[in-house]
């Protein structure tokens, strides 16, 4: 069984910085493209960032140059760094992976818990 951890959440003033973690548990997988989304009330969810296992990235247009997304394949955790926060960057931040079981060699997405990050004005 794989399960995501979030964490790294809260509330911050409109300028400031949060970095959330995503760690992944489990064992006998492969992480391949690792990802945040986001939603806010009343709208869908949407891609922020990316990031494939060999490390190539691809953001958001409303994020780039402020958000920085990054991973620790040996930890199994993703990472991003948000700074000069907005906010309209205030929504529930979902990390999600795609996972390759070694068994059976089946492909799945995975989605973390959601944690909530509020930008203050």
């Known amino acids: 069984q794989v399960q995501l951890a979030e964490s790294g959440g809260g509330l911050v003033q409109a300028g400031g910085s949060l970095r959330l973690s995503c760690a992944a548990s489990?064992?006998?997988?492969?992480?391949?493209?690792m990802a945040w989304f986001r939603q806010a009330p009343g709208k869908q969810r949407e891609l922020v960032a990316q990031i494939t296992r060999g490390g190539i990235t691809n953001y958001a247009t409303s994020v780039k140059g402020r958000f920085t997304i990054s991973r620790d394949n040996a930890k199994n955790t993703v990472y991003m760094q948000m700074n000069s926060l907005k906010p309209e960057d205030t929504a529930v931040y979902y990390c999600?992976?795609?996972?390759?079981?070694?068994?059976?060699?089946?492909?799945?997405?995975?989605w973390g818990q959601g944690t909530q990050v509020t930008v203050s004005s």
């Open positions: 489990g064992s006998d997988f492969i992480i391949n493209a």
């Open positions: 999600n992976f795609g996972i390759t079981r070694v068994l059976g060699s089946i492909y799945q997405n995975y």
